[in-house]
C-alpha cells in the first residue's frame, strides 16, 4: 500500500477522480431532487385541472337533500380519490378507489381534519405519509356553500397516490447513476491519459539523471516546462558542486601522494646511502613498495570508486600472511601467538588493495585488543569465501557492536577515531557482502566476513 501511495501519478489519479466523484454525486442529488419539485408540481397541476372539472361539471341543487350528488361521473378522474367534507368532520360527498380510503370512507373526513385542520389556508398542496408508510399526493380546497341564509364551509380533499411518481423517480435516479457512471469511466480514462502527458516531463528528468549517473550526460537539459525549471536547476547547481568536490578530492589526494612519494624516494635513496644491512635494506624496500601500493590504491578509489576496482581478484592467503608477519613485528613486544588456517584454492573475486585494506584494519584491531592469543579462518566452498578473525581480549559489548561500524563511531574501550571498522564495512558492502561481530571462544570479538 504504502508502494502504490508514493505514486505520483497515482496520488493524482485518486485525488482527482475523488473530487470527481464528489462533484457528480453532488449533480445526481441535484438532478434527482429537481425531478422530484417537477413531479410534485405536475400532480399538483393534475389534480387543479380535476378539481376544476368537478367544480364546473354541474352546480349542486340547494334543494336537494344530499348534497353534491348532482356531480358528473365524467368530471372525475380514473383512480383520483375526491371527498368534500363539511368543517365539522362529516362526508358529503366521496368518490373512492383505492382500498385503503374505502375501508375507511366513515372516518375520512375526521382523520384529515385531525390531520389537517391547523392549515389555515383556502388551498394547499403537500405529500402526506400515513403511519403504516403510505405516501399521497394531497389537494385541499376550502369553499364557502350557502344553504338559505346559513353558510356552511366545505373542503374538496383530492388524493393520489405517490407509487407511480415514485417509480418514475426511481426510474429517473437509476438513469441518472448510469449516465454519472459511464461519465465517471469516460473521464476517468481522460484523466489517466493528460495525467500520463502532464508527468513525461519527470519521467524525462528521471532518464537523464539515469544518463548522469552513467556518465553519457554532464547536465539536466533547461528545457522543461516553468514549474520544473526551479527543480533542475537546482539539480544541475548541486551536480556542479558535486563535481567540485569530487575535483578537490582528487586535487588533494594526488598532492598527498605527490608528498608521499617524494617521501619514499628519499627513504630509498637514505637506505642506499647508509648501505645498510641486506636484510634490513629489504624490509625497507618491502615496506616502501606497499606505502606506494597502497597509494596508488587509494588514487584509483578516490577517482572509480569500489564497484568499479574488481579486476581479476587476489588469492588471500599470501596477502594474509605478509601481513600477519609486518604485525607480528610491530607488536613484538606483545608476545603474542597467532594461528592461521585456510583452505585450498580459496580466492577474492575484487581489488588487491580492497582485500589488503580490509584484512590490515581487522588485524591490526586483533593485535592491538589480543592479550595471547590470535585465530585467523579463511575458508571457501562453491564461490563463498568466509575470512574469521578471532581474539581473546576485552571483546565487544553487544550493544556497540552496530555502531562500531559507522564512521566516526567506536566501542567504549576502543582508543581509536572509528574510521578503520568503518571502511571495512564500506568494501565489504561494496562487494555485496556482510559482516559481523560476535564472541570468540577464545574470549574476545570474533569479526566474520563472508563475500557470495
Known amino acids: 500500500m504504502k508502494r502504490f501511495l508514493r505514486s505520483l501519478h497515482l496520488k493524482l489519479m485518486l485525488s482527482s477522480m475523488l473530487v470527481i466523484a464528489v ?73 373512492l378507489h383505492m382500498p385503503a380510503l374505502i375501508k375507511s370512507r366513515n372516518t375520512l373526513c375526521q382523520d384529515l381534519q385531525t390531520s389537517l385542520g391547523g392549515v389555515d389556508q383556502d388551498y394547499f398542496f403537500e405529500r402526506y405519509t400515513t403511519r403504516s408508510g403510505e405516501s399521497y399526493f394531497i389537494y385541499r380546497l376550502r369553499f364557502t356553500h350557502n344553504h338559505g341564509d346559513i353558510p356552511t364551509t366545505y373542503y374538496v380533499v383530492m388524493i393520489d397516490s405517490t407509487e407511480r411518481y415514485q417509480a418514475q ?66 539539480i544541475n547547481q548541486l551536480l556542479n558542486n558535486e563535481r567540485q568536490q569530487t575535483q578537490r578530492y582528487q586535487h588533494a589526494l594526488n598532492d598527498l601522494a605527490h608528498s608521499l612519494k617524494t617521501r619514499l624516494a628519499l627513504i630509498q635513496l637514505t637506505a642506499e646511502e647508509l648501505k645498510l644491512k641486506h636484510a634490513i635494506d629489504d624490509n625497507i624496500n618491502e615496506q616502501v613498495v606497499t606505502m606506494d601500493q597502497i597509494i596508488q590504491y587509494q588514487l584509483r578509489r578516490a577517482v572509480t570508486g ?57 588485524l591490526d584491531n586483533a593485535f592491538k585488543f589480543a592479550i595471547s592469543d590470535i585465530r585467523v579462518t579463511v575458508s571457501g566452498n562453491h564461490g563463498l569465501l568466509r575470512i574469521t578473525v578471532e581474539d581473546d581480549g576485552p571483546g565487544i559489548h553487544p550493544d556497540d557492536s552496530q555502531q562500531i561500524f559507522q564512521r566516526g563511531r567506536r566501542a567504549n574501550n576502543s582508543p581509536g577515531q572509528g574510521i578503520g571498522l568503518a571502511m571495512v564495512a564500506e568494501i565489504v558492502h561494496s562487494y555485496n557482502g556482510e559482516i559481523r561481530v560476535d564472541d570468540s571462544p577464545l574470549g574476545g570479538a570474533r569479526f566474520t566476513v563472508v563475500f557470495s
Open 169 to 234: 423517480t426511481r426510474a429517473y435516479l437509476y438513469r441518472c447513476i448510469r449516465q454519472a457512471l459511464l461519465a465517471y469511466a469516460l473521464l476517468g480514462a481522460l484523466l489517466l491519459f493528460t495525467s500520463f502527458w502532464s508527468l513525461s516531463s519527470l519521467r524525462t528528468i528521471a532518464n537523464h539523471l539515469h544518463d548522469i549517473r552513467e556518465g553519457k550526460r554532464h547536465t539536466l537539459s533547461s528545457d522543461y516546462e516553468r514549474e520544473l525549471q526551479p527543480l533542475t536547476r537546482s
Open 23 to 95: 462533484i457528480m454525486a453532488f449533480s445526481v442529488y441535484v438532478l434527482y431532487r429537481g425531478h422530484l419539485e417537477e413531479q410534485s408540481q405536475k400532480a399538483s397541476a393534475r389534480i387543479q385541472e380535476d378539481l376544476s372539472r368537478i367544480l364546473s361539471s354541474q352546480r349542486p341543487d340547494p334543494d336537494d337533500s344530499v348534497e353534491f350528488s348532482a356531480i358528473a361521473p365524467e368530471a372525475i378522474a380514473l383512480k383520483l380519490d375526491t371527498l368534500i367534507c363539511r368543517a365539522d368532520g362529516q362526508l358529503s360527498w366521496s368518490s
Open 306 to 362: 569500489h564497484r568499479r576496482l574488481a579486476g581479476k581478484g587476489t588469492e588471500p592467503v599470501p596477502l594474509i600472511e605478509k601481513l600477519l608477519a609486518s604485525l607480528a613485528r610491530i607488536y613484538r613486544h606483545k608476545k603474542l601467538q597467532t594461528r592461521f588456517q585456510f583452505d585450498d584454492d580459496v580466492f577474492f573475486a575484487g581489488e588487491q588493495g580492497d582485500l589488503m585494506e580490509l584484512m590490515g584494519n581487522l
